[in-house]
Structures are given as structure tokens and as C-alpha cells.
């Protein structure tokens, strides 16, 4: 990353000022001290009363939505108050060349640039040492790789942003693509994996090891359940855990009828109507219509705050992973069970940051925390509440995202103003190869189209409107 310049630098210096007087800090300072001593210095001043004990909590329903790849700066960059960057910043290629960061809107898709990179080695590159300006030379990676969305460009997660709290130090957990983070989310790991690897082609041909939250859950006589839309993400740990998965529909009627488990993880359609490529995945991953994802996301989290378990609730808004799309700040490298100090051999390593948002009346509203997080952070704090053990060391060393929010004050039950956005359904890419396919499906697909889910004796079925949105009528008259 070359420079910054124009109004992107008068944003930045005022930004550096406000996270000075936040810290407690002169606002002259901001010219003197690195931007991340700034923000780690804020996030301690930051910190409120401690966590209540877990049976005074006020929270017992857990709601976690995974959306796909992509970055904090990329979505959430002109966010108010967080530590974002977007234009006026320059990336230079493989040939040297610096280009600019440019804005994506109106092009929701990506159609006509490659899927960027965001494996295990493209990341290392893109990190390059700590200087995070790397997002030119990995893979197959061009400008869509260091292009962004501004704050009205995006139907809903912006609007989210502002109202709720915001997490400018949320990390994927592992630099690397989007399995593996999965695999972080559910159980603070990845057995060893650094790509897409299905248990069949690991020592765990017939799933991993169930140490889930969930199995931990089930263990402690705690309500538990898993939505998804198409292609189950929990049949990675074989026929048991994925018979505690169910349809979104079910997710809608049980928030309704206030009868949501305890822990719920929601996932978007991944595969599409006819398979993820050229362009039908509603999840946000390229080169699906990011509009599909955000009116699906609009769709589970207004679900949730008219849910009679809103009052006791949160919801958290997080992507797998950065998805190989620009992000200024170095990930940290913490505790975990293979930790190496070859940062290219090391599970420690964290990626690049994520859009995350908390959305509970338990959060201040119009909030960014600057304390540092993963998925474990949110594993550390359903363990908490219930009263579990850690499922490995990096959940058990992580910071504990309910220290974010705001325990003191009475519960903000009031609902603000959310859009719902027009629910636009995934088009394909016109022409964007030959033959209008993509040579490689979306990695989640892996599980269909390896024969993985018929061995688990799972009938795959395509999404549709119906299966997606609350309102799929709106689709239709969208179209």
C-alpha cells in the first residue's frame, strides 16, 4: 500500500484525532503514534463494567449469520468512527504498476474480473511481511481485488453498522479460505486443514470429530440447531451433526413463534439455483449478486429482532473469510494448538479483518469496539453464558466478545429503522468465460459435487426464493 491522499487523508487524520480524545489521549498525539497503538489504546479505555456471572447474563439466545468473503475496508471502510480505509489509496501489481482503489457500485457482481484469492500462501502474499499491500501480485487477483462499496451502496449491512455495534479488530480466525474458518466457527479449529480438504481426503473419512460448540452444547442439556439453505456445512462432521441441521424456513417460523433454541448458526444459499458459478450464490461470494445476500441477511435479522426472544438476544453478522479483497490492518498472530513460529506454517496467524456487527438490546447502538476478536470470541462467550469448556486453546485465550457490550445500562428494546432491501435473485454472469462456466464451482459446492453428501445419505436440492427469504413473493415482483 503506496499512499493515501485527498479526502480519504483528512478522513483519516480525523479519525486518528477522535481515537486519541477516545484514549484518553491529547489529539496532537495522533500524529505521533502509529494508528494501531491509537485503536489498542482506545479499546482499553473501552472497557466497561465486568461480564456479569453467567447466571445473571441476560442474554440466552445466540444467533451467528456467516455471509462469504469479504473485507472489513472492502464493505465497512467509510464507517464512521472505525479505523477504515478506502479511497485514494494505490496497490502495486506484479508489474510494478500502481493502480487505485476504485469504487465497485453499480456492479454488484464482479462479473468480468477473477474470483480474488484468498487462500493459505495468496494471503501470506497479500499480508507480505505486515505491510498488507500485497492484493495486486496473488493469484490471478486485478483491480476487483482492491475495489470497495461506499456507505450507500449496500442495502442493508451498512445500515446495520450504523445503528448497532460494530467490530473494527474482528479478524477471520485463520488466514486461509473458507472451510477452514467454518471449521473455526464451529469448533476452534480446523483439524490441521489449511484449504477446502474434505474429510475423505483426511484421516476423518467419514467427518471430523464432533468437538463442536454443538456436541458441547448437547452434552449440557442446551438447545442447539443449525439453518441452512442448500448445502449443510454441518455434514463435515458426519450424519449425526448434520441431523441437527434444518431449512431457513424453519429458522423464520421458529423466531416468530419465539421458540429459537438457545444457539442457532444460519447460513446463506451457496450454490445457487443451477450451481454458484457463472454468478447465482446468494452468500456474497463472487461473483454472486451481493444485493441477494444483503436482502437474505435483511430477511434473518429482521426475523430476529421481532422475535419474542429479541429482548433476550443477540445476533452476530460475521463473513468467513476477507475473500482476497484489500484491508489495511496486520492481523495478530495468537495462541492456538499449532502454532509455529514460521508464520507459513503457523495456524496462529489470524486473516484479515472481517465486516462483523452485533445486533442485540444488549449492545450501545451506533457503536464500534476496537478490542481485537475471531469466531472464537464468540464461541468464548456462549461458553460462558452455559457454563462449558473451552473446545481448544484458542477459544480458551481469546478475548470474550460479551465484554463489548454494554451491561450497565437498561436494554435498548426499541427497534431502529432497518431497510428491507429489494430482493433481487442472483443473475448469471453474461459471457464472462467460455461457455458462459466457470472451471471451479464455488468451494462449498466441493460437498455436492464430490458425492460427500449422498454418502451421507443427504438429498441435495437447489435453493429457490421460496427456500431463501421470508417473503418470497417480493421476489417475484422484483423480477
Given at each position: 500500500?503506496?499512499?493515501?491522499?485527498?479526502?480519504?487523508?483528512l478522513?483519516?487524520?480525523?479519525?486518528?484525532?477522535?481515537?486519541?480524545?477516545?484514549?484518553?489521549?491529547?489529539?496532537?498525539?495522533?500524529?505521533?503514534?502509529?494508528?494501531?497503538k491509537?485503536?489498542?489504546?482506545?479499546?482499553?479505555?473501552?472497557?466497561?463494567?465486568?461480564?456479569?456471572?453467567?447466571?445473571?447474563?441476560?442474554?440466552?439466545?445466540?444467533?451467528?449469520l456467516?455471509?462469504?468473503?469479504?473485507?472489513?475496508d472492502?464493505y465497512?471502510?467509510?464507517?464512521p468512527?472505525?479505523?477504515?480505509?478506502?479511497?485514494?489509496?494505490?496497490?502495486?501489481?506484479?508489474?510494478?504498476?500502481?493502480?487505485?482503489?476504485?469504487?465497485?457500485?453499480?456492479?454488484?457482481?464482479?462479473?468480468?474480473?477473477?474470483?480474488?484469492?484468498h487462500?493459505?500462501?495468496?494471503?501470506?502474499t497479500?499480508?507480505n511481511?505486515?505491510?498488507?499491500?500485497?492484493?495486486?501480485?496473488?493469484?490471478?487477483?486485478?483491480?476487483?481485488?482492491?475495489?470497495?462499496?461506499?456507505?450507500?451502496?449496500?442495502?442493508?449491512?451498512?445500515h446495520?453498522?450504523?445503528?448497532?455495534?460494530t467490530?473494527?479488530?474482528?479478524?477471520?480466525?485463520?488466514?486461509?479460505?473458507?472451510?477452514?474458518?467454518?471449521?473455526?466457527?464451529?469448533?476452534?479449529?480446523s483439524?490441521?486443514?489449511?484449504?477446502?480438504t474434505?474429510?475423505?481426503?483426511?484421516?476423518?473419512?467419514?467427518g471430523?470429530?464432533?468437538?463442536?460448540?454443538?456436541?458441547?452444547?448437547?452434552?449440557a442439556?442446551?438447545?442447539?440447531?443449525?439453518?441452512?439453505?442448500?448445502?449443510?456445512?454441518?455434514?463435515?462432521?458426519?450424519?449425526?451433526?448434520?441431523?441437527?441441521?434444518?431449512?431457513?424456513?424453519?429458522?423464520?417460523?421458529?423466531?416468530?413463534?419465539?421458540?429459537?433454541?438457545?444457539v442457532?448458526?444460519?447460513?446463506?444459499?451457496?450454490?445457487?439455483?443451477?450451481?454458484?458459478?457463472?454468478?447465482?450464490?446468494?452468500d456474497?461470494?463472487?461473483?454472486?449478486?451481493?444485493?441477494t445476500?444483503?436482502?437474505f441477511?435483511?430477511?434473518?435479522?429482521?426475523?430476529?429482532?421481532?422475535?419474542?426472544?429479541?429482548?433476550?438476544?443477540?445476533?452476530?453478522?460475521?463473513?468467513?473469510?476477507?475473500?482476497?479483497?484489500?484491508?489495511?490492518?496486520?492481523?495478530?498472530?495468537?495462541?492456538?494448538?499449532?502454532?509455529?513460529?514460521?508464520?507459513?506454517?503457523?495456524?496462529?496467524?489470524?486473516?484479515?479483518?472481517?465486516?462483523?456487527?452485533?445486533v442485540?438490546?444488549?449492545?450501545?447502538?451506533?457503536?464500534?469496539?476496537?478490542?481485537?476478536?475471531g469466531?472464537?470470541?464468540?464461541?468464548?462467550?456462549?461458553?460462558?453464558?452455559?457454563?462449558?469448556?473451552?473446545?481448544?486453546?484458542?477459544?480458551?485465550?481469546?478475548?470474550?466478545?460479551?465484554?463489548s457490550?454494554?451491561?450497565?445500562?437498561?436494554?435498548?428494546?426499541?427497534?431502529?429503522?432497518?431497510?428491507?432491501?429489494?430482493?433481487?435473485?442472483?443473475?448469471?454472469?453474461?459471457?464472462?468465460?467460455?461457455?458462459?462456466?466457470?472451471?471451479?464451482?464455488?468451494?462449498?459446492?466441493?460437498?455436492?459435487?464430490?458425492?460427500?453428501?449422498?454418502r451421507?445419505?443427504?438429498?441435495?436440492?437447489?435453493?429457490t426464493?421460496?427456500?431463501?427469504?421470508?417473503?418470497?413473493?417480493?421476489?417475484?415482483?422484483?423480477?
Amino acid at each position: 500500500m503506496d499512499e493515501l491522499f485527498g479526502d480519504e487523508a483528512l478522513r483519516r487524520r480525523e479519525f486518528l484525532q477522535r481515537t486519541a480524545v477516545g484514549a484518553g489521549l491529547a489529539a496532537s498525539l495522533a500524529t505521533l503514534l502509529p494508528a494501531d497503538k491509537l485503536v489498542a489504546e482506545a479499546a482499553l479505555k473501552q472497557r466497561r463494567a465486568p461480564l456479569p456471572a453467567p447466571r445473571n447474563l441476560p442474554i440466552d439466545t445466540f444467533v451467528v449469520l456467516m455471509m462469504e468473503n469479504r473485507s472489513f475496508d472492502h464493505y465497512l471502510g467509510w464507517l464512521p468512527g472505525a479505523d477504515g480505509h478506502q479511497d485514494g489509496l494505490q496497490f502495486t501489481d506484479r508489474n510494478g504498476q500502481a493502480q487505485q482503489t476504485q469504487r465497485l457500485a453499480p456492479d454488484f457482481q464482479g462479473c468480468g474480473h477473477p474470483d480474488p484469492d484468498h487462500s493459505w500462501a495468496g494471503g501470506r502474499t497479500q499480508l507480505n511481511g505486515g505491510r498488507c499491500d500485497g492484493f495486486l501480485r496473488s493469484g490471478d487477483n486485478d483491480v476487483f481485488a482492491i475495489s470497495y462499496y461506499a456507505e450507500d451502496d449496500l442495502g442493508f449491512i451498512g445500515h446495520a453498522a450504523k445503528a448497532f455495534t460494530t467490530f473494527d479488530r474482528f479478524h477471520c480466525s485463520i488466514m486461509a479460505s473458507t472451510l477452514p474458518n467454518r471449521e473455526y466457527m464451529w469448533a476452534a479449529q480446523s483439524y490441521g486443514n489449511v484449504d477446502n480438504t474434505l474429510p475423505p481426503q483426511t484421516q476423518y473419512t467419514t467427518g471430523f470429530p464432533d468437538t463442536t460448540i454443538f456436541a458441547s452444547l448437547d452434552r449440557a442439556g442446551i438447545s442447539n440447531r443449525y439453518f441452512f439453505n442448500d448445502v449443510p456445512i454441518s455434514a463435515l462432521w458426519g450424519p449425526s451433526r448434520l441431523a441437527g441441521s434444518g431449512p431457513i424456513g424453519e429458522y423464520y417460523e421458529r423466531a416468530a413463534s419465539g421458540t429459537l433454541p438457545h444457539v442457532s448458526y444460519v447460513d446463506p444459499n451457496f450454490g445457487g439455483s443451477s450451481g454458484e458459478e457463472p454468478g447465482l450464490s446468494g452468500d456474497e461470494h463472487p461473483h454472486g449478486d451481493v444485493r441477494t445476500g444483503q436482502a437474505f441477511m435483511a430477511d434473518v435479522v429482521h426475523a430476529f429482532m421481532q422475535s419474542p426472544q429479541w429482548q433476550r438476544g443477540a445476533l452476530f453478522i460475521v463473513y468467513d473469510e476477507w475473500g482476497g479483497f484489500f484491508d489495511h490492518v496486520r492481523p495478530p498472530r495468537v495462541p492456538d494448538v499449532r502454532n509455529d513460529p514460521d508464520v507459513d506454517k503457523d495456524f496462529g496467524l489470524m486473516g484479515f479483518r472481517i465486516p462483523a456487527i452485533a445486533v442485540s438490546p444488549w449492545v450501545r447502538r451506533g457503536h464500534v469496539a476496537h478490542s481485537t476478536y475471531g469466531f472464537e470470541s464468540i464461541l468464548k462467550l456462549i461458553a460462558y453464558r452455559f457454563g462449558l469448556d473451552p473446545l481448544t486453546l484458542r477459544d480458551a485465550q481469546a478475548g470474550n466478545i460479551g465484554r463489548s457490550f454494554d451491561w450497565t445500562s437498561k436494554p435498548a428494546l426499541d427497534l431502529p429503522e432497518l431497510p428491507r432491501p429489494e430482493h433481487v435473485v442472483s443473475m448469471p454472469c453474461p459471457g464472462a468465460l467460455p461457455g458462459g462456466v466457470r472451471a471451479k464451482d464455488h468451494d462449498v459446492l466441493e460437498l455436492v459435487t464430490s458425492g460427500y453428501l449422498d454418502r451421507m445419505g443427504f438429498d441435495y436440492r437447489a435453493a429457490t426464493a421460496a427456500s431463501t427469504f421470508r417473503e418470497p413473493s417480493k421476489v417475484r415482483q422484483a423480477l
